[in-house]
DNA sequence: TCACCTCCCACTTTTGAATCGT
DNA sequence: AACGATTCAAAAGTGGGAGGTG
């Protein structure tokens, strides 16, 4: 049967999850309404809702053009989009059970990059890593029918480089490497999840990975947003030249923009290639230094200052990375579990039980230093959703409503990750995909429901429960409450709400 | 001087309200 | 009156360029 799936999955180009956790609650309770029997026995139902689940990434093959060249983000303080926008279909969820669906942004290293010689280079240690935010699907939570209808898109997941935003946007570091994650958690009874047998998955698809940006360095990636975003049209040149260009510089002739100068000098004389990188080119009129010619962009190793052959080195991990855990507990410890992804081995070598599997090469291990964030002295903007009407105006969450001392994010971000907060381990676990979220790095996490700041204020902290709760109360729409919980045996239990 | 960032621009697509026809 | 289709204006989303900052 495994088999079977990893060869179907195979072809799609995507690893799947297999495993979830103990379940708490029987499976269809939730949609009915009803309050779900807890701590029922282990029941086999909700676990295959989350082993079956496939995604699919949206647009891979574009994805993957992006990739090729070294896809970059552009990151603003009003926040961008991304694109491509990250769309995926889902598969295998049980049509009745509710879930939540939610996208988180780590780094991918710990590298600061420059754009040199047309290459990425490693340009020194990263910036401290900014709070982790999550972009839960404003759909969430909802029945697997629902997500399985049609793709599920998060194109409105937006991306700053803006340490106090309030509008609750995804924050990076400029220059730095960036791995999104979707995650996929079974909402309990009461349309939240974190409880003590909560299931989730994650997936990660490397060709998503990217480089934010204030700017675009490569030329070709900026030919490829103007190709294939619909928003940058009117910038699509054609063989009259760069007609927008002209418009805008309120000429009546076509004005070669400067990246078509520096393609086109590139092209006809190769031997400036290194010059032009290094903005010979600056002094002229029409072209700006940071223009880069057009060929492919590779990334650095870790080895700094050697560039890759590609972007993103793709034989770190098949395309997609998956993790899945469960709270089993009451215990307050974690217990990760984790399946190996249909591509990682031989599918015969896959077995029923859980296990830990390596980090890929790229994959954090600086992943919690990204979350604990030692250096988030300044107050980030926490992000709290409030119920709508009862928050009144609300508006954005300025500095003056920052939580109460015992959820200032500051304090999250300063907490050390895993290991310290005593997750209980089969064997030592140097990855630790998702685990860093809802637990150890969730320490730094905020939670950001993508719904209007304006409707976002502080909330009381609720009951702490055990280990980690992240909860969605749909009972209040269109807010969507988060709760995030951890517990470290050194320190008082902390929580974010939203 | 340089790398990086911010703001503004003109253009396009998207969204939603208003209008009209059936 | 209800519903669907169409129209239109406002809002939102683009990359580029000029200029600012450290």
């Keep these: 049967m495994l088999q079977e799936k990893a060869s179907a999955v195979a072809d799609e180009g995507v690893t799947v999850a297999q495993s979830g956790g103990l379940p708490e609650l029987a499976a269809d309770s939730s949609h009915l309404g009803l309050p779900a029997t807890p701590n029922i026995p282990h029941n086999n139902e909700v676990d295959q809702n989350i082993e079956n689940i496939k995604v699919v990434l949206h647009e891979r093959e574009l994805w993957k053009k992006f990739h090729e060249a070294g896809t970059e983000m552009i990151i603003t303080k009003a ?41 990425w280079m490693v340009a020194g240690k990263a910036e401290p890593a900014m709070p982790g935010r999550l972009y839960v699907h404003p759909d969430s939570p909802a029945t697997g029918a629902h997500w399985m209808r049609q793709l599920v898109s998060f194109q409105k997941l937006k991306l700053t480089n803006n340490h106090l935003d309030p509008f609750g946007h995804i924050i990076l570091n400029s220059m730095h490497k960036y791995q999104p994650r979707l995650h996929i958690v079974k909402a309990d009874e009461n349309n939240a999840f974190g409880s003590k047998n909560t299931a989730y998955c994650t997936h990660v698809f490397h060709e998503t990975a990217f480089i934010s940006v204030t700017s675009y360095q490569n030329h070709k990636i900026t030919q490829l947003k103007i190709e294939n975003n619909p928003f940058a049209k009117g910038f699509r040149g054609s063989d009259e030249g760069d007609l927008r260009v002209s418009r805008l510089q309120g000429k009546d002739y076509p004005v070669i923009s400067k990246n078509m100068v520096r393609q086109r000098l590139i092209s006809s004389h190769p031997h400036l290639s290194g010059k032009l990188g290094a903005g010979v080119l600056s002094g002229h009129p029409q072209v700006h230094s940071h223009y880069q010619y057009d060929s492919g962009v590779p990334l650095p190793s870790s080895d700094s200052q050697e560039p890759l052959s590609t972007p993103f080195p793709s034989s770190r991990e098949p395309s997609l990375l998956y993790h899945c855990f ?122 950001v429901p993508h719904h209007s700041p304006s409707m976002q204020r502080p909330q009381p902290a609720p009951p702490v429960p055990d280990l980690v709760s992240f909860a969605t109360q749909r009972a209040f729409p269109p807010i969507i409450c988060i709760f995030l919980y951890i517990h470290d045996a050194n320190l008082p239990s902390k929580a974010i709400m939203l």
């Design 79 to 119: 926040g961008r989009r991304m694109f491509p926008s990250y769309k995926v279909k889902v598969t295998g969820m049980n049509p009745k059970t509710k879930y939540i669906l939610l996208i988180d942004i780590v780094p991918a290293d710990d590298h600061r990059y420059k754009f040199c010689d047309n290459k």
């Design 326 to 447: 469960k709270h089993r507990d009451n215990t307050r410890h974690l217990e990760l579990g984790c399946k190996r992804p249909y591509l990682d081995t031989a599918p015969a070598a896959v077995s029923e039980e859980h296990y830990f599997r390596s980090p890929p090469s790229y994959e954090p291990p600086l992943l919690s230093h990204s979350y604990c964030g030692e250096a988030l002295g300044s107050r980030e903007a926490c992000m709290y959703g409030g119920m709508d009407g009862e928050a009144g105006a609300g508006g954005a969450v300025g500095s003056e409503e920052l939580p109460p001392p015992s959820l200032n994010c500051n304090m999250w971000a300063s907490v050390q990750p895993y290991p310290r907060y005593g997750m209980q381990t089969v064997e030592p676990m140097p990855y630790q995909p998702f685990t860093a979220h809802f637990t150890s790095t969730a320490t730094a996490a905020s939670v």
